[in-house]
């Protein structure tokens, strides 16, 4: 078995820092120095697991916090298990124990730095705050009752916040009893308010209800503010890359909004459209996937990131759009974080991506948000004459588009060739023979004695995303074709979609609530 890291990854960084903040546990001894390890990424910490301090009542706190692991670890999986590779002996799940250590002594660092204690937080694990298997006395379950009793109670709010994530990534927190008393306070109350002043005033129009989401939102910011409550959005280990916490929507942004925008790739933008044989079934590559890298720049800060758009299951009607922060290693050069900084939610993304297709001369303030499917059918049903027609016609089009390339430069997207097993045709062609092996049972009723041995697969459902995937690049092109004061749009577009993935505000008008993200 491997590390959940949803639920097992999650309480082992809770557990982590009960034990270093509450306990006094050390962080354990580094393998190679011998000296008490530090926050700073080491290679060790891949395949090793810090050693017990030398003195017996400190090695007893740093074997307490390992068994805390360990109780709601597998056999498997427990922390002190190890395998044996060509290396030599190595800890199974050294760098996820490294990863825990690393986050309670990143937040060790960030609540000194804002004055305030380590010791006499209450621990909180927003997803299911009522586990028993913690070894952490006490639990909170302050935010469980936020979303529960608060944000989920009205489909309107739900219909704008989505769910939990979407609103705030936070996974744990640590909260003081002053924090939770408040929330207990206001908790089961506000929402009855909320309904009598709706009720009395006859409001039911989305301000009124997005006021009361801000309004949450306060709440909890200044909690955060004052020191009584620390939400943590978690991300594992980087390698070569030492972990920090930056605050996330916390403190009301300067100008009401996120400015000194800039954005290009980095990469060319790639989705290929070569049909081959692919281990004997039909697919397009060399990778289904849309990607791309991009640099962003908002309010002072940078976020290079690469981005994913791929199939989120064989029959759905959607795709999956996942991000990945770009890292500076700890000794110069770039690396990709191991893992999401989040995903889109689909219902954005569909919406922002929707109203850049079909934006008219550039004017996305009156272009339709409702269309992101248009000229996709689901499967099982064919495409039309006009589908195929359209469809040719975007990919010609785009396959000649720029885009902002670097400081200065343009690119055009990578679409790979209209051709199937090696057979390049005309784009029109091309397309109607996709949408022959779309309804046939197999390639070789389409493609002849050459598809005899070859697998249709998933190809419908992977053609579909191949056609999400031109509507992503057009959205692409008309924000790039956008100029406000001589500058394409893209750039916000770019930043835009970091943002969405990140759930973090562009302005105080979004809705997402206050977290600290540790990676």
Not at 4 to 25: P, R, S, V
Not at 351 to 364: D, E, P, R
Request: glycine share 8%.
């Amino acid at each position: 078995m491997a590390i959940d890291a949803q639920k097992e990854g999650e309480l082992g960084c809770l557990t982590a820092m009960y034990h270093i903040f509450e306990k006094g546990a050390s962080p354990g001894l580094s393998p190679e120095t011998g000296k008490e390890r530090t926050v700073k990424y080491e290679k060790w910490m891949e395949t090793k697991i810090p050693l017990p301090p030398k003195n017996q009542a400190e090695a007893k706190k740093f074997n307490a916090m390992l068994d805390g692991f360990d109780l709601y670890l597998s056999n498997g999986d427990k922390s002190r298990v190890t395998k044996t590779t060509k290396k030599g002996i190595e800890f199974k799940n050294a760098a996820w124990v490294n990863t825990w250590i690393s986050q309670a002594l990143s937040m060790k660092k960030y609540i000194k730095n804002k004055g305030l204690s380590v010791k006499g937080w209450k621990y909180g694990w927003w997803n299911d705050s009522r586990v028993s298997d913690t070894g952490i006395p006490d639990m909170s379950s302050s935010l469980q009752c936020v979303w529960d009793n608060i944000l989920s109670k009205d489909d309107r709010i739900k219909a704008i916040l989505l769910n939990k994530d979407s609103w705030d990534p936070a996974d744990v927190y640590i909260i003081t009893s002053k924090g939770e008393k408040e929330i207990d306070e206001f908790c089961p109350d506000l929402y009855k308010e909320f309904e009598s002043v709706e009720d009395a005033m006859k409001m039911e129009n989305s301000t009124f209800i997005e006021t009361f989401i801000s309004t949450v939102n306060s709440k909890l910011c200044n909690l955060v503010r004052s020191g009584d409550l620390l939400p943590i959005s978690l991300k594992a280990q980087t390698t070569q890359v030492t972990m920090t916490v930056k605050e996330a929507n916390i403190n009301p942004l300067t100008g009401g909004k996120i400015d000194q925008v800039r954005g290009y790739f980095t990469t060319k933008p790639s989705a290929h459209f070569t049909l081959s044989n692919r281990g004997g079934k039909l697919d397009f590559g060399p990778t289904n996937s849309l990607k791309f890298e991009a640099f962003t720049r908002g309010g002072g800060y940078t976020y290079p990131y690469i981005i994913e758009q791929r199939m989120a299951g064989p029959k759905s009607k959607t795709n999956k759009q996942e991000i990945k922060d770009i890292k500076t290693k700890d000794g110069g050069g770039e690396k990709k974080a191991n893992n999401q900084a989040g995903s889109i939610p689909v219902q954005r993304f569909e919406t922002l991506i929707s109203k850049w297709a079909y934006a008219q001369n550039g004017n996305v303030k009156n272009a339709p948000s409702n269309k992101y499917h248009s000229d996709i059918p689901p499967v099982g049903s064919e495409l039309s004459d006009d589908e195929v027609e359209f469809w040719a016609s975007e990919y010609d089009s785009l396959s000649k588009s720029k885009v902002s390339f670097g400081e200065s430069g343009t690119t055009t997207f990578n679409l790979g060739e209209t051709s199937i097993l090696g057979v390049q045709y005309d784009t029109k062609t091309y397309f109607s023979i996709l949408r022959d092996l779309d309804q046939a049972d197999a390639p070789m009723d389409v493609l002849g004695e050459s598809a005899r041995d070859i697998r249709k697969d998933n190809l419908s459902g992977k053609l579909r995303n191949k056609l999400y995937n031109l509507r992503f690049f057009r959205a692409l092109v008309n924000a790039y074709d956008k100029k406000v004061d001589g500058h394409p749009q893209l750039c916000m577009l770019l930043l835009r979609l970091y943002f969405l993935a990140a759930k973090m505000k562009l302005s105080d008008k979004d809705l997402n609530g206050p977290f600290l993200k540790i990676s």
